[in-house]
Nanobody
Framework: QVQLVESGGGLVQPGGSLRLSCAASGSIFSIYAMGWYRQAPGKQRNLVARIAKGEITNYADSVRGRFTISRDNVENMVYLQMNSLKPEDTADYYC??????????????????????WGKGTLVTVSS
């Protein structure tokens, strides 16, 4: 399966920046889409940004223009550059991956293609 590990969270002042990273591991041949979700206390988990094959991106309205998602397909990494952070951006941020082909002796295998994988999350706190 695909394992996801996030890093880069922390405490930042309003107006500041953070860069989140997510490393995907496992016998991965390719991943169709990776993204970031966030969940504030007492609220549901919502999409922040997603990047699919072909560098197709989409963003939540609340972060468009402030956050930028990018990926490294060779290293199976996804990043979230967060600028102009606001207190309302405070949440646990989760990495997500879907549409994975696993590498089985060099041949792509779709056994987990319909599954979604999640990291354990990294906390971002925006406060003065």
């Amino acid at each position: 399966q695909v394992q996801l590990v996030e890093s880069g969270g922390g405490l930042v002042q309003p107006g500041g920046s953070l860069r989140l990273s997510c490393a995907a591991s496992g016998s991965i041949f390719s991943i169709y889409a990776m993204g970031w979700y966030r969940q504030a206390p007492g609220k549901q988990r919502n999409l922040v940004a997603r990047i699919a094959k072909g560098e197709i991106t989409n963003y939540a309205d609340s972060v468009r223009g402030r956050f930028t998602i990018s990926r490294d397909n060779v290293e199976n990494m996804v990043y979230l550059q967060m600028n102009s952070l606001k207190p309302e951006d405070t949440a646990d941020y989760y990495c997500n991956a879907g549409g994975a082909y696993m590498d089985v002796d060099g041949i792509p295998n779709a056994r987990y293609y319909d599954m979604e994988f999640w990291g354990k999350g990294t906390l971002v706190t925006v406060s003065s």
